[in-house]
Structures are given as C-alpha cells and as structure tokens.
C-alpha cells in the first residue's frame, strides 16, 4: 500500500509538473485572443492592404501593388526585397461626424501616415527619400493620431503609410483600428495591460537582480545569489526596450547587447537550477558554459552583419532559435525530472515556471517569427520572465531564511554543546581539585610526619633513651622537654608563615632557637633588611628553609666549634634573587675525601633543591668571617629566586 500510494504521489506530480505549463500557455493564447480584437460600434479594424515597395517620399500610385493581410499584432513581411514599402487601405466614413475620429495601429521602425494623399501624421522627422534607418527595435511601437471630422466626409478614404526601410529587425504594421475615440481606446486597453506588464516586470527584474548581486557581494561564498541576481539584472536588460524610448547605444552595440542578454538569461537559468537542486554534474555546466560563450561570438556576428531574426533562409536565425530552445529545454526537463524523481511538490512551481517560459517562448517564436502568417500573437514572453523571476525571489528568500534559522540552529547547538563541555569540564575539574586536595593533604601529612619524626621524634627519642640510662636528672629532663617543646613551636611556626615573608621567617627562627643557641655559646648577629616576597617559601617552603637554617646552626656547633654566627639577606646583583648567607668563624670546611661532611649536607642540598633553590659552601674572604679575625670560617650561600618583575 504504501508503494501504491507513493506511485499515485509520482503520477499526479509528473502530470502537473509536465500539463500545467503547457495548460497556462493555452489559456494565456485564448485570453489573448478574446480580449484583444472584439471592436466596438462604429470601429473598424483594417486587415488587409495593396502593398507596394517603393522608396517615393509622397503616396504613389497602385499600379503593381500586391494584396497583403495585416495580423492582427504585426506584419512581417518577408516576401519581398528589403526596403521602404507604401501601404493603402481602403475605408468607408459613415457619414457626417460629431466627434473625432481616433488612428492607431503598431509598427516598425518608422512610418508616414497619409490621409487621402494629405500628410496627417509621422512617427520621426521627415527623412530624405530613400534613407535608411537600420537602428535596432525590440517589438513594436505603438502610434496614434486624431482625425478631425473635417477630413472625413461622407464616402471612400484611402490611408496611405509609408513603412521605412526595415532594419536588422525586419519591419512591421499591425492591423490599423480607427473610429470613435472612446470605442479605439477600449479596444487597446489589452495592449496597455501588455505594457505594463513588460515594464513591470523590467524593473522589477532589474531591481530583484541588483538586489541579489549586493547580497553575493557580501556572502561571496553564496554563489546562488550571484548566478540569480545577473541573470534576473539581464532579464531586465532583455526587457529594456519596453521602457526606453530610444536605444542608450548606436547599433550594432545595441542589438548586440540584448542578444548577448537573451542567451545568457537561458543559459543562467539552466546553471541556477542545477545550483539548486545541488546537482554537480561537471560535463553539463562545461557544456553550458561553452554553449555561451559560442553564443556570444556568433549573436556579435550576427549584431555586426546586421543578419535577421526573420530571415530564415540564412542559418542564423535556426542557431539562435535552436541555440535557445536547447538550453529552456534542459532546464524544464532537469527540474520536472527530479520532482518526479524525489515526489517533492516544493519542486512544482518552479518547475511549472520554467515550463511556461519555455512554452511561451515557443509559441512566441513560432507564430510571431517562423510562421508569421498562422494566428496573430502578442509577445507575451514577458509572462514566463515574470513567473522566473517571481520564482527565483521567493526560492532565494527560502534559501535566506532558511540559512539565517540554519545559523541560529547552529549558533543553539554550539551553545548547547558549550554548556554541556563546560558542565563537564567543571565536573572534572571539580574532581581534578577534590583528588589534588587529597593529594596534597596526604603530601602534606607525611612531610609533617616526616618532620614530626626527624625534628621532634628524634628529640623526644633521644631524652627518652638518655632519662633511661640515668643520664638525665630532673633539671636536664625538664631543659630537654623544653627543647622538644621548642622544636615543636618551631615546626608550628614554619607551617604557620605561608606568605613567603624571609624575615617573619627568619624572625621567628631567632625567637624559637635564640635562647638555645646562646645557652651553647654561640652568639648570632642579624643582618637581615626587608626583602620581596619569595614565592618558594609559600606552604612547605618555609619549612624546608627552617630545616635548613637548622642544620647551618647545628653544623656551627657541633663540628665548626664556632663562637660566632651571622645571619645576612640581601638581593643579587641582578636583582632576581634573594640571598640568605649564614656565615660562622669555625675552623672551616673539611678538607676534601676527609669523609666528614656526613649527611647533613646532603639533606640540606635536598631541602634547597625543593625550594628550587640554590646552596653553596664558600670559604668567606679575609675579613670576612664572622668574628674579623683571621680564621676561616665557613659561609652557607642560599639563593632564593624572585618573580620575573619582583627585582626589575
């Protein structure tokens, strides 16, 4: 069932995308006929004539004329040698008249109108006999003129209008309506309908594609709106002549600009269409392509040879016909092939459109060109222009609006995903953070019981095995606990100072030990000068530096048998780094390979290296010692670097 119904889907699509263009042309051809040659009372519409070619600047006589038929639209007369041609019609006034009389019929390219051998009307200046007037027209132009009753008594009259001599175009006359004023008028009402709609849609074609051409201008990489807006601005240029009452050019330029504009038109129409139903078929674009530009080269031709559109003896005429032909029916056949191809009714109306055009243009080109003489036509061409243009608006305004609610869609969706990354990124960031903070606490716990176990342990170990031993009495127990104590406040303080402040630090070092170390014999000078904060003694730092200080006091005492200490901070001479020097007057370093050095300088190295500091152990000049005498001593050189911009 559902294949049955997708078949019957198919079917009605095939059947209006191919029957409705070709429906429309028939009703746009009987409206036509309908409304445009129903006379009123008293009007009368001149369709035959005695035709004679003669370049006579006055109404000649009609030996030799021969008898021709006037369309209803336009003549085209190709029967008889090119030139200036006289054509007499005959009409009966029905008496005396209380009104005037109105003239009007359609020509090409300039006429002289005689009433009864009396010049009554002219479309130019008069020309000198014989002169010929090749410029380019596109259709016909219309002509009218009043009758004074005076001039029509009673009786037969004769019209006699000299047709100029035909340019590349051929020349025209359409049937010639007179009578009444009011009862002319409303038999031409049709025909200014047709004008309007030709310049309507000329500037309306011209304003879409200038349109168009300023949007590709700002999205060069929408190529759609380029292809639709030049072929929309050189449907105007094609309908141009509708609204221009002199050509803007000298011909050949003229003609060859307007011929130029009609292939391209049907070749972009074709180009457009494969455009929008994303069809990238190379070969054909190419073939298009080249079919053009082929096109151009022999239409210019053809403009500088002044060859005829109507002159089908010559080939000229069945390439550009031919030419044309080809290129609307490839673009009719792809869009009705692929709307029935996907079942898309979106693809309807265009491909109704582009059907009409091509079937206008057919019945046009054959009835006004081919065979001229069948049924009288009115170029009604205009109307398949019109319905491409009006196609191609709304389908690039779909195409708009669909790609501004594709952006938004799109700008929705990143948004979305944005939410989502961030959400997840916090997630894991929240996360990251948890199992740093875990880290660093369990880090942090055993570096404090690491110090707990080297500093205070081992202090509280040390007291426990000697008050066992019995080497401690009550005021030694009680100065050894304080020690422990001490050492503790120590730790508390080191832990304490995480500004990376060096002199706090150092301060509080002298408050804990400074008792101690005196007690021992061992006198301490501060130098110490306020200096930048240091980032390394942030956190743990400051406890690593603490240790370190510890052991250069310790070392002082217990192997440099030092009487003498002296703490100095100070900036390097580049100023990027802070200096602390603890500098004793011992009895020096141990000679090298001594084996004396033991691990505390190895522990120290440790610390300074977490610190991401530097440690050195210099022997001071001489002078320089703590005690100014001439022993060596040894200096602790601990190099602590600043931030990029602290020492600047």
Not at 497 to 524: K, M
Not at 571 to 596: C, E
Request: net charge neutral; aromatic share 6%; hydrophobic share 50%.
């Amino acid at each position: 069932m559902p294949e049955a119904a997708a078949g019957r889907r198919r079917l009605a699509l095939a059947a209006a995308v191919l029957l409705l263009p070709l429906l429309l042309t028939t009703l746009i051809h009987l409206l036509n006929q309908h409304f445009s040659g129903r006379p009123g009372p008293g009007v009368q519409v001149l369709e035959s004539a005695d035709y004679l070619l003669s370049g006579a600047s006055l109404p000649p006589a009609r030996a030799g004329a021969r008898r021709v038929h006037l369309h209803a639209e336009q003549l085209r007369d190709r029967s008889f040698k090119p030139g200036p041609a006289w054509y007499m019609l005959d009409f009966r006034a029905p008496g005396q008249l209380d009104s005037q009389y109105l003239l009007s019929f359609s020509y090409r390219p300039t006429v002289h109108v005689y009433l009864d051998g009396r010049l009554l009307v002219q479309s130019v200046p008069t020309q000198v006999p014989g002169e010929a007037a090749h410029r380019f027209q596109f259709g016909s132009r219309p002509l009218r003129a009043s009758i004074p009753p005076a001039l029509l008594g009673d009786g037969l009259h004769q019209l006699q209008i000299r047709v100029g001599q035909p340019g590349p175009e051929g020349a025209y006359l359409s049937a010639v309506t007179l009578g009444p004023t009011a009862g002319v008028q409303d038999l031409w009402q049709a025909r200014e309908l047709w004008r309007t709609v030709r310049s309507s849609t000329a500037l309306g074609a011209t304003a879409l594609g200038l349109f168009l051409l300023l949007v590709w201008l700002a999205l060069r990489q929408e190529w759609l709106y380029g292809l639709a807006g030049l072929m929309c601005l050189l449907m105007g240029v094609l309908l141009s002549p509708h609204l221009l009452s002199d050509p803007p050019f000298p011909d050949p330029w003229w003609r060859l600009l307007l011929d130029v504009a009609d292939i391209l038109v049907k070749g972009l129409l074709l180009l457009l269409v494969l455009r929008l139903l994303r069809r990238s078929q190379q070969r054909l674009v190419m073939a298009i392509v080249t079919l053009m530009a082929v096109g151009i080269v022999i239409d210019g031709v053809a403009a500088f040879e002044a060859w005829s559109w109507t002159d089908f003896r010559h080939p000229w005429p069945w390439w550009a016909l031919g030419s044309r032909f080809l290129l609307l029916v490839i673009a009719a056949g792809v869009l009705a092939a692929e709307a029935i191809r996907r079942v898309d009714w979106g693809l309807l109306w265009p491909g109704v459109a582009v059907g009409l055009a091509l079937w206008l243009w057919v019945y046009v080109s054959a009835f006004a060109l081919v065979w001229s003489d069948v049924i009288p036509v009115v170029d009604v061409n205009v109307l398949g222009y019109a319905a491409i243009a009006v196609v191609t608006a709304v389908l690039v305004q779909r195409r708009f609006v669909a790609s501004l609610e594709a952006q938004r869609n799109a700008q929705h969706e990143l948004a979305r995903r944005l939410a989502e990354r961030t959400e997840q990124l916090e997630s894991n960031f929240a996360a990251l953070s948890e199992s740093e903070h875990l880290r660093s606490t369990a880090e942090e716990r055993q570096r404090l019981m690491q110090e707990m176990h080297d500093g205070l342990g081992s202090q509280l170990l040390l007291t426990k095995m000697r008050a066992e031993r019995g080497e401690l009495d009550r005021p030694g127990l009680v100065e050894a606990l304080d020690g422990c104590i001490e050492e503790m406040r120590l730790t508390v303080d080191a832990l304490s100072a995480g500004d990376g402040d060096l002199s706090q630090l150092l301060a509080d070092l002298r408050y804990r030990l400074g008792s101690r170390v005196a007690a021992a014999g061992l006198a301490i000078e501060w130098s110490v000068t306020d200096t930048p904060p240091l980032p390394a003694l942030r956190g743990p730092g400051g406890r690593e530096l603490t240790r370190i200080a510890q052991e250069a006091i310790n070392n002082a005492l217990r192997h440099a048998q030092a009487s003498r200490l002296v703490f100095r901070t100070a900036l390097s001479p580049a100023r990027d780094a802070v200096v602390l020097s603890i500098t004793d007057d011992g009895r020096g370093m141990p000679s090298p390979g001594s084996g004396s050095t033991g691990k505390g300088m190895a522990n120290m190295r440790a610390r300074a290296e977490r610190l991401g500091a530097g440690i050195e152990w210099l022997s001071p000049p001489d002078g320089e010692s703590a005690a100014g005498a001439a022993t060596r001593g040894t200096e602790v050189r601990v190099t602590l670097p600043l931030p990029p911009t602290a020492g600047a």
